[in-house]
């Protein structure tokens, strides 16, 4: 396998990953997520957060391996770059120890999403590739504007 494929199976496996963590905590009931990845001991570690009434709180299962971070926070990045779409918004947050990338969804645009299936869903939604249109609900094309009523000819 060249560079170039080992580089998109890592993207592809990057991207699995942070649907199937989104997924998990959107249907537990949270909205807003975070992805820490910290910068200090051994080596970049990856960590996924869920927000709640009570605060951010830290789920299981750290990732470790140094590409698979790297491709975890370069695809994080890539959504934070687009700040916002119908049902998400992302931002980043730096610190010397540590680089944070928080992603909100809008609550009431995944209620009917929530269950097996989301996994997949938000896939679609987060990565879409070049071929996918790059319009959504808030792009949409304007109506055309009444003609203005002509004068009879004199």
């Known amino acids: 396998m060249n560079s170039t494929n080992a580089a998109d199976v ?5 991207r699995l990953v942070i649907c199937h963590r989104f997924a998990e905590m959107l249907n537990a009931g949270s909205s807003s997520l975070r992805v820490r990845i910290n910068l200090v001991g051994g080596g970049p570690e990856a960590w996924f957060y869920s927000h709640d009434d009570h605060g951010w709180h830290k789920s299981d299962g750290t990732i470790t391996d140094p590409p698979l971070v790297q491709a975890i926070e370069e695809a994080l990045n ?3 770059s687009q700040q916002h779409s119908n049902g ?3 931002w980043k947050h730096k610190n010397p120890d540590y680089r944070d990338i928080d ?3 809008h609550r009431d645009t995944f209620s009917h999403r929530l ?9 679609g939604l987060l990565f879409r590739d070049r071929h996918d249109s790059r319009k959504d609900e808030r792009h ?3 109506p055309p504007r009444p003609a ?3 004068s ?3």
């Open 103 to 105: 992603v909100h969804f």
């Open 140 to 142: 949409a094309i304007r």
């Open 152 to 154: 009879p000819p004199s």
């Open 78 to 80: 890539m959504l934070a």
């Open 148 to 150: 203005a009523p002509r």
């Open 115 to 123: 269950g097996d299936q989301l996994e997949f869903e938000l896939a």
């Open 88 to 90: 998400w918004s992302a």
């Open 10 to 14: 890592m993207v592809d496996e990057a």
